[in-house]
């Protein structure tokens, strides 16, 4: 059974940083693209941010380029999100998810994503 577990998430002022951490449990991580999601009250649950599975390509959301990066690391089964210059707008519970296709490319529908985080508020006050 696969499991994501995110950590890293709290409350800051703007302009301030954080990254997110999501561990997944499962011998297959590498085989994976990632991604995180946010969602907040009265939105649609968007994709910020996603990896593909050798980390050859990236995708951000464009309210975010420049100022968050995705990364991860096969070796500890870890995704991670840094986020810089953060602005109250990016308020939001975020989520890491993994992709339902091993060897695949990059995609945006949540739907194409099978397995999800707990999620890890991120507050940013003005």
Do not use: H
């Amino acid at each position: 059974q696969v499991q994501l577990v995110e950590s890293g998430g709290g409350l800051l002022q703007a302009g301030g940083s954080l990254r997110l951490s999501c561990a997944v449990s499962g011998r297959t991580f590498s085989t994976y693209p990632m991604a995180w999601f946010r969602r907040t009250p009265g939105k649609e649950r968007e994709i910020v941010a996603a990896v593909s599975w050798r980390s050859t390509t990236t995708y951000y959301v464009d309210s975010v380029k420049g100022r968050f990066t995705i990364s991860r690391d096969n070796a500890k089964n870890t995704v991670y999100l840094q986020m810089n210059s953060l602005k109250p707008e990016d308020t939001a519970v975020y989520y890491c998810a993994k992709r339902k296709t091993s060897y695949s490319g990059i995609v945006f529908s949540a739907r194409e994503y099978d397995y999800w985080g707990q999620g890890t508020q991120v507050t940013v006050s003005s």
